[in-house]
């Protein structure tokens, strides 16, 4: 069993950088496809990037594609998700997850096993 905890988020202004960081425990997260989503105020969980379990493939969703990059570390067990540009749509509640390698990549919420408790990251204008 994978327990994820993500770091780094806070407030920021638009335009600021912010990275995010996610540690896994209990397991090799380099066995598991990485991913993190977000969801705002009153909307539903979307997906923003995903990495595969080697870390040659990464997608990201369209509002955030050339912004964010999304990398890997399996030595140390963590994903990252590097947030540049930031604009207050950004603003959200950014959650980790991670699903098995051998089931491959997908942006669907509903393919992830495993789930961090989540962090803010507010963008302010």
């Known amino acids: 069993q994978v327990q994820l905890v993500e770091s780094g988020g806070g407030l920021v202004q638009a335009g600021d950088s912010l990275s995010l960081s996610c540690a896994a425990s209990?397991?090799?997260?380099?066995?598991?496809?990485g991913a993190w989503f977000r969801q705002a105020p009153g909307k539903e969980r979307e997906f923003v990037a995903v990495?595969?379990?080697?870390?040659?493939?990464?997608a990201y969703a369209d509002s955030v594609k050339g912004r964010f990059s999304i990398s890997r570390d399996n030595v140390r067990n963590t994903v990252f998700l590097q947030m540049n540009s930031l604009k207050p749509e950004d603003t959200a509640v950014y959650y980790c997850?991670?699903?098995?390698?051998?089931?491959?990549?997908?942006?669907?919420?509903?393919?992830?096993?495993?789930w961090g408790q989540g962090i803010q990251v507010t963008v302010s204008s």
């Open positions: 997850a991670a699903r098995g390698g051998h089931l491959g990549t997908s942006s669907s919420a509903g393919d992830y096993d495993y």
């Open positions: 209990g397991g090799s997260f380099g066995a598991y496809v």
């Open positions: 990495v595969s379990w080697i870390g040659g493939y990464t």
